[in-house]
DNA sequence: AATGAATGAGATTTCATTCAT
DNA sequence: GATGAATGAAATCTCATTCAT
């Protein structure tokens, strides 16, 4: 039987470790660096919400630095949406994915953070740019790729410049207050790769 | 024409506020913000910069994020480089000098702040978009207008959208860690409006 | 009319500082120094006996060890005994004023801060020295010199190893649990000076 | 013979404890206490130190304090130079054991700690005394006492204050940031026992 | 108006001690 | 017995805001 991560780490000294506390903590800590950004977000309120205490915390991460880059390596890669051949569509698929995700996770919170941070604490762009961007524009650009071949995009198109507007037209939307939901999706795709699309 | 701000509601009577100190202190305030992000922006910080007390700061402003949203405000419209009559070259002018601005004035730092914020003190997003965000959009978009006027761009082509494309890119770029330098402005321009530019 | 000190150097600009405070704080942080150390007294407590708030010394005193260090340095010299002629007689009651006082502030548990510290701040102990010391060591040995004038020691006496000697003998005293009282300078005195100073 | 401390109140009964660890704590408090403190040391240093864990401390010793009443009540009494029979050349040579014991294991600073914590933990200073400080004084003196029978010092004096002048001058010298080194044995003898040393 | 003083309410971090294997 | 985990109670230092000239 193979090791399977975490859960068998176990040292046979010591009192175990209260099981679930790590994941309340770094649960915690994502929750409230997103909604509070990084220096709002205090360790009693953590613990609180984690409902360890402050030294526990500690116990874990030797500063409140170190708990908000651990907690910004906890987010998981994108979902992959099913996958139907048609590779516009499923690049359509991608991006409402994309902008779910942010809309439900503040993520537009969460990244201001992350930039705002940038010159005190590049730690937390660093991950969240391995954690969250590259995979999701991983995905994406493989998409292009896809669409490329496919004949469905122009054979000289950059995947990578592609990428950036289709993500790009996100931020910049929610920056300017323009609405990025229901059909967000079909709009940006159709605004960045044109009337190609829709032949 | 309405009052639209604190630092206009002074008596008349009494001694006269000393003038270059409101210039003084939104300067200092904007740059630290800036710099430090919100939080981390102390009046302590902003008075040394300015060269006057804590307590004359708050002469002027109730409170720090009053301060904050006053300085957000003195953010001046984007330049606007002169025209040359073509349409795509003036846009990729347009689009270089806001690379530019950003960069030089650590932009996505600012930008970073005002959506980690947006939770506790929206006023500091909505400042930012009426003061930077939408002139910059404007100017963008009447480029992408008159372009498409030029027969440049398909005339089913959506001006707004294609704005947030363009910026969008900026902003992807920067989240990724893409360079953002030199000819960023016409490889932003080229995916975005695609070959159409370069026929 | 001439500048007399501190309580002149009052720049007219801005609220004055409460009289008074400077002192309480100086004099709460020498006596909590002395009675439990440096690192048990805290700033709260400080604060607490001036009657002033935590942020009130931290005005004043950056860290605590400037804290520490300038209340040593309000240390008084030792007062002079008023000086008879007998320069034996007068040395005694110098003597005897250092046991008093000593004894009086408990100054061996100052001493023990002082030493305790020298690793980690050794500005205590090179202001006690200079404060409390040094002016001590410099009153005896003045009388231990005219003394030797005066024949009552012999020419080839070292003065500054012979001040060693006698204020040792406290030290050693108070270390090994005898008695310090009443009429030990004049033990002492007449063990370390011998009988020479009772032909 | 009595039993004389916390580390011989064992169970019989039980897992017997491992023995080298009594003396690695005992050990690790001892240089700790000296090095930083009572209060600066912490029980985690220890138990770094002495390669066990905290609780394994606190299983001897139920408090900190404890634990370090019983690091003081290892110092060993002071080890005996070699006699010659000159009762003068031993007691210099006694003293400079002495010098040499306090200087090598920051005696002083472990001394300071001593006296800082008397007023909160008097076992310290009992401690020290009774192991430390004693077995040297007896030492001395004893050495004194032959000096007087052999005619080398005046037949009314005091042995007991001779020798908390001798050790004093130690203590006075450091305490005035006077040299301590090599020769200072001699001179501390030259000067309290006068030129009758060396007729 | 302008300033330096003063402060109450935290925030991070530390530590002796107890707990659960 | 030994250990690592857990914690409550500080301690130092910071900061937005108010006060008294």
Chains 1, 2, 3, 4 share one sequence.
Request: aromatic share 4%; hydrophobic share 45%.
């Amino acid at each position: 039987m193979e090791n399977t991560g975490v859960a068998d780490c176990r040292n046979t000294a010591g009192r175990p470790r209260c099981p679930g506390k790590d994941a309340a903590i770094l649960t915690s800590a994502l929750t409230l660096l997103t909604q509070q950004g990084f220096t709002r977000m205090t360790l009693d309120a953590v613990a609180r919400a984690a409902g360890v205490s402050k030294a526990t915390i500690h116990l874990r991460f030797k500063t409140k630095t170190e708990l908000a880059a651990a907690a910004l390596k906890t987010l998981r890669p994108c979902s992959r949406p099913p996958e139907t051949g048609d590779a516009l569509a499923d690049l359509v698929a991608q991006l409402a994915d994309f902008a779910a995700t942010l809309t439900r996770t503040h993520g537009m919170s969460l990244i201001g953070t992350c930039l705002a941070e940038e010159a005190h604490t590049p730690e937390l762009l660093a991950h969240f740019r391995e954690h969250a961007v590259q995979p999701r524009r991983t995905a994406v650009r493989r998409l292009l790729e896809r669409a490329r071949a496919q004949g469905a995009l122009a054979p000289d198109a950059d995947p990578d410049a592609l990428t950036s507007a289709l993500l790009g037209v996100f931020y910049a939307d929610h920056l300017a207050g323009r609405a990025t939901d229901e059909d967000w999706a079909e709009r940006a795709a159709a605004a960045v790769l044109g009337v190609r699309s829709h032949p």
